[in-house]
């Protein structure tokens, strides 16, 4: 199966009135102090507080009446999990989901909140692949992967279709970058709605194996990174999502622990918006200067905003 646009308006169709069309937001200061004008996709307002919701709704929406039944699973301790449980539990499907046993108890609860049977495996002993391919099978629940998926890549790809039927052509578009389906998606729609955008992925700098990928032509595994973003923790792209980000993506830049911090730190206080650490790879990288910005108009995807009050609060007073 070969994505297209076509594939993100089908997905825009099917989450439509499911999934929230977040705001766009502006900032007089943002742009002063990078001498361009930044368009922020607010996805910490979105249902579950990430994009994820996005995909999630979209890949459920597209199971048969028969598989939907049956149910679906997931392996995620992070939004994934609970985009997959909340967009569930509005779609009338059940949802399993395969958390680590020492996963923080504060999401647990909150997956378990939206609904979703939470199933525990040990992490030091057992894969979770293996545990949650064998559940799969014995119940026939259909496995939502969180990027390396078409449906999910297409659902992400919303986002980036309604920035820019709102604000209109774009000369720069930056990303976060974890396995890339939000930029794969991303790339999909504002390739076609605005053709000469030029599209950058932005990832944790102690985690490049998106540059690293590029620049070898082929997907690279790292280690397991070690970051605050601890939503782009990924090892490697995906099969789906890299072709597309080769193809479309102008190129990979890096984003450091400290410049997240501080760009959390400007959304709490000028823009009153909490953004998670890995929300906030984007702005970084118009922020630092890491893409040239000044003169063009700039839209900046901020992803999510689950981060803990106290974790928040530690990231703030440093
Ligand atoms: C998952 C996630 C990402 C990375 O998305 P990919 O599709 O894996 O590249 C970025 N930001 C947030 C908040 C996420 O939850």
Redesign the pocket.
């Known amino acids: 199966m070969t994505l297209a646009y076509a594939d993100v308006e089908a997905a825009a169709e099917r989450i439509r009135g499911i999934a929230h069309r977040t705001p766009v937001l502006t900032s007089r200061t943002a742009d002063a102090r990078t001498g361009a004008t930044l368009f922020f996709k607010a996805e910490p307002l979105q249902r579950a507080g ?3 919701f996005r995909g999630a709704c979209n890949a459920i929406a597209a199971l048969s009446p028969e598989q939907r039944k049956r149910g679906v699973l997931a392996f995620s301790s ?3 999990a609970q985009a997959i449980a909340y967009a569930g539990a509005l779609q009338g499907v059940p949802t399993v989901i395969v958390m680590p046993h020492d996963a923080p108890a504060i999401k647990v609860a909150a997956t378990r909140g939206y609904g979703a049977e939470i199933v525990v495996y040990d992490r030091y002993k057992e894969d979770r692949e293996a545990v949650s391919r064998r559940l799969a099978e014995e119940r026939g629940l259909s496995m939502i992967p ?2 390396d998926h078409p449906d999910v890549i297409a659902g ?1 790809g919303t986002a980036v279709k309604e920035l820019i039927e709102e604000v209109g052509p774009l000369d720069v578009l930056l990303v ?8 794969a998606g991303s790339c999909l729609a504002a390739r076609a709605l605005s053709p000469e955008v030029e599209i950058w992925g932005v990832e944790p700098e102690a985690g490049n194996d998106g540059q690293q990928s590029l620049a070898k032509g082929e997907v690279v595994r790292i280690p397991v990174p070690v970051s605050i973003a601890d ?2 923790l ?1 090892t490697h792209l995906g099969q789906h999502t890299f072709p597309i980000i080769r193809r479309e993506a102008a190129g990979i830049v890096t984003a450091t622990d400290a410049q997240l911090v501080s760009a959390m730190r400007f959304f709490v206080e000028r823009m009153k918006l909490v953004v ?1 650490p ?2 906030c790879l984007a702005a970084a990288a118009a922020f630092e200067g890491a893409v040239a910005v000044q003169g063009k108009r700039v839209g900046v995807i901020l ?2 905003g ?1 981060v803990d009050p106290a974790a928040l609060g530690r990231h703030l007073a440093a």
């Open positions: 990430a994009f994820k992070g939004n994934h969180p990027y992400q976060c970058l974890g396995g890339g389906g939000l930029l939503g782009a990924t998670e890995t929300g992803s999510g689950n």
